[in-house]
Structure formats: C-alpha cells, structure tokens
C-alpha cells in the first residue's frame, strides 16, 4: 500500500479524501493509499475547502497561510500542501524525510 504523504523539500504533500457532512471533524487515518478526513461542514460554496483548511491548521499547528489545496477543488480527492509543518499528528505515523 502506497503512503498517503510525501515530502518535497521542507514542505508536506498529503493525498486526501474527503468524507463532507460528517458528524465529526477527525483526521481518520490511511485508507487506500489516501488519507481518510471526515468534516461536519457541507461540500457548497467552498465550505468544505475552508473547514478542510482550518482542520489541518490545527492538527499540524500551522497558520491557515501555509496550507493549499492544489488539486481536487471541487473533489472529494484531494492533494494538499502544508508548506513547513513543525508539529506531525502522532496518530497519523508520518515520519520526516
């Protein structure tokens, strides 16, 4: 099974899915070579994206600035960039380059 993240350079590349209108906000783990997150907010207007964003700026304790959605906008599978994260969520096993 493939990893759900990569390094390039100093920054995170997470492959993501998406799971919208749950009723929790976590970070579930790896799933088919992506990393499963549930999130209450609902896929309109970009609410998801922005819950998505606020989310990780949490669990990576970065500011909301250094995270980018670059692929899968209007997808539930996404590519996500966490330019420089400090802090790496025990639970998800990622390891530094």
């Given at each position: 099974?493939?990893?759900?993240?990569c390094w390039q350079g100093d920054d995170l590349i997470l492959d993501c899915h998406l799971l919208p209108k749950s009723k929790t906000d976590t970070l579930v783990g790896q799933h088919g070579g992506q990393l499963k997150i549930k999130i209450t907010a609902p896929p309109v207007d970009?609410?998801?994206n922005k819950?998505?964003?606020?989310l990780l700026a949490k669990s990576f304790k970065v500011?909301?600035?250094?995270i980018s959605i670059y692929k899968?906008?209007?997808?539930?599978?996404k590519k996500?960039?966490?330019?420089?994260?400090?802090y790496l969520p025990t639970q998800l096993n990622i390891r530094r380059r």
């Open positions: 099974m493939s990893e759900f993240y970009g609410k998801a819950h998505l964003i606020n500011p909301k600035q250094s899968g906008l209007l997808g539930k599978d996500i960039r966490i330019s420089a994260p400090t």
